[in-house]
């Protein structure tokens, strides 16, 4: 699946755009041109506008994956499991991509086939939530973006995730917890703050 995922993404933004030196050897060029007048192929081979939910969707799952990424950075030793997971999801997300960037309408069996999304992710990450969940205290209150660097980025993955799937955004939010408490960093907790009144009455 990965040098699948690998060859559709290089046919998506590279393939047919080579040029030619003298000694005729190919220099790859990351721009293809192809979508200056609007649009876009998924990797059935259909253009589509590049307002089209499917790239809108292949945005936000890359920059969620980023945004994984940069959260990893910031992870203590002690959540190397944690750390792992996250990698995988990211390699998940990517043939997540490639399923995405393959919509059933132009597609043919063969495609649809290899692009297939497997639906054992899910008990997988269900799995995962659960043995983190074991870790945490109750939690009784909403918890503020908080807790650290590495904390505070995964809340900023799992804002990004929900604007594609909710699961996976549950996930980011235990993590979140469990690494703030692995750093000893304290999670702030929302409380209805009170009107300050200003001497004299004024609010």
């Known amino acids: 699946m990965r040098d699948f995922v690998y060859k559709c993404f290089h046919q998506f933004f590279i393939s047919r755009h080579y040029i030619s030196t003298s000694s005729k050897a190919f220099i790859p060029r ?10 876009s192929s998924t990797f059935s081979g259909e253009r589509r506008n590049k307002d089209d939910s499917i790239f809108e969707a292949l945005g936000t799952t890359d920059e969620l994956t980023s945004t994984i990424g940069f959260a990893r950075e910031f992870l203590p030793e002690t959540c190397e499991n944690i750390n792992k997971q996250l990698q995988e999801i990211q ?4 043939d997540l991509a490639s399923a995405v960037a393959t919509p059933k309408s132009s597609s043919n069996e063969r495609q649809a086939e290899r692009t297939k ?3 054992a992710h899910v008990d997988t990450l269900e799995t995962w939530i659960d043995d983190h969940t074991k870790m945490l ?7 503020l973006p908080s807790g650290g660097p590495g904390s505070s980025a995964l809340h900023m993955a799992r804002t990004i995730c929900r604007r594609a799937e909710r699961r996976l955004s549950d996930y980011l939010f235990t993590v979140a917890r469990v690494t703030s408490i692995a750093t000893g960093r304290e999670e702030f907790v929302y409380r209805k703050l009170k009107p300050k009144v200003k001497s004299g009455g004024d609010v």
């Open 117 to 119: 999304f497997p639906i």
């Open 91 to 94: 390699c998940i997300l990517q």
């Open 137 to 143: 205290p109750p939690l009784n209150n909403f918890i």
């Open 30 to 39: 990351i721009y293809t041109r192809t979508g200056d007048k609007g649009t």
